[in-house]
């Protein structure tokens, strides 16, 4: 099993990270550096050190807005959009599992009851309206 690239041409619209890839222990990043949003898992045993440290200020420019989802309990049936609006891909996402949405567009259907997601995204928030479009 492994991460599953839902791509357009050379343009990454999203990844699926299985459960079973997000928390094989140690340290995995699934994210390119160019990417808005970087995610990572970490899964240590314990004892391990992990050094102290503080983030440098950094100018940074972000154009699309970029989401994770962390599917904590439940399923849920990821839909995938391109930047014409067409659907190009579908996945069920289940517990442990990440969807790392980069570009075009998305929409969900819980597939079960009880479904916890938690959803991260790159700010700041500017507004419902500013910041999105319905297809």
């Known amino acids: 099993m492994s991460v599953i690239e839902i791509k357009e041409n050379d343009v990454v619209l999203a990844k699926h990270v299985p459960a079973a890839v997000a928390w094989a222990g140690g340290l995995n990043f699934f ?66 599992d990440l969807v790392i949405l980069l570009h075009g567009g998305h929409g969900y259907h819980i597939l079960e009851d009880g479904t916890q997601v938690l959803e991260v995204k790159n700010g700041p928030y500017v507004g419902a309206n500013a910041d999105r479009r319905r297809l």
Do not use: C, M, P
């Open 31 to 96: 994210s390119a550096d160019e990417e808005y949003v970087q995610v990572g898992t970490w899964g240590y045993d314990s004892g391990k050190e992990l050094l102290a440290h503080s983030h440098n200020e950094v100018s940074r420019e972000v154009l699309w807005t970029q989401e994770v989802l962390y599917i904590r309990k439940g399923k849920i049936l990821a839909e995938i959009y391109n930047a014409k609006d067409e659907k190009v891909a579908e996945f069920e996402a289940t517990e442990g």
